[in-house]
């Protein structure tokens, strides 16, 4: 079993940024593919961002695509999401997760952390 354990998350205003972390507890990273996933008020889970267990892919929802750049340092044992310009409607909870395969959906994440809240004032 794998516990994620994210960090970062805050209030921020509209334009600023953040960067989130995320890392598991108790095993090494290195193995596992990581996506961030974000849900809204009232609204379904939604896919953010992947990064191979290498770190050489990543992918973007296009909505965040040249604001928002997923990272990872193996040897630190954590992910990271940097996020730029953010915006109100971005308003979220912001969750890691990781697991064997890499996609951009659900199903390749075996592992899920408790989330991090991550507010844009206006």
């Known amino acids: 079993q794998v516990q994620l354990i994210e960090s970062g998350g805050g209030l921020v205003q509209a334009g600023g940024s953040l960067r989130l972390s995320c890392a598991p507890s108790g095993r090494t990273f290195g193995i596992y593919a990581v996506a961030w996933f974000r849900q809204a008020p009232g609204k379904e889970r939604e896919f953010v961002a992947a990064i191979t267990p290498s770190g050489l892919t990543t992918s973007y929802a296009d909505s965040v695509k040249g ?6 340092d193996n040897a630190k044992n954590t ?7 953010l915006k109100p409607e971005e308003t979220a909870v912001y969750y890691c997760a990781a697991g064997p395969r890499y996609g951009t959906t659900f199903t390749p994440y075996d592992y899920w952390g408790q989330g991090t809240q991550v507010t844009v004032s206006s």
């Open 67 to 72: 604001r928002f750049t997923i990272s990872r």
């Open 79 to 85: 992910v990271y999401l940097q996020m730029n310009g």
